[in-house]
């Protein structure tokens, strides 16, 4: 069982930074691989990023790429999404999501722990 805790949300201006953080409880938090997503209103959870075990492998949504990135720390049960250059179009609430080793990094429906959402905005 792994209970992931989403902070750093908030309001921002576009061309602003976010950085958002994943507090994982857990013994076993090195073990899994972990992603972020959102979802905004009337719209699918959308894949942003993801590290796996170890954090020597990450993955990127084309609309992120260049932009974000994800980072963990297994010893302090931690992953950290710095977001930077942010537009309107990244405003959603942003999921923390834990999976297990095997299967796509890019899909919801392989992660089997998700943390609450905390929202983004992003005016223009």
């Known amino acids: 069982q792994v209970h992931l805790v989403e902070s750093g949300g908030g309001l921002v201006q576009a061309g602003g930074s976010l950085r958002l953080s994943c507090a994982a409880s857990?013994?076993?938090?090195?073990?899994?691989?972990m992603g972020w997503f959102r979802q905004a209103p009337g719209k699918e959870r959308e894949f942003v990023a993801a590290i796996n075990w170890s954090g020597g492998n990450t993955y990127y949504g084309d609309s992120v790429k260049g932009r974000f990135a994800i980072s963990r720390d297994n010893a302090k049960n931690t992953v950290t999404l710095q977001m930077n250059s942010l537009k309107p179009e990244d405003t959603a609430v942003y999921y923390c999501?834990?999976?297990?080793?095997?299967?796509?990094?890019?899909?919801?429906?392989?992660?089997?722990?998700w943390g609450q959402g905390t929202q983004v905005t992003v005016s223009s």
């Open positions: 999501a834990a999976k297990r080793s095997g299967g796509s990094y890019y899909s919801t429906t392989q992660y089997d722990y």
């Open positions: 857990g013994r076993t938090f090195s073990s899994y691989a």
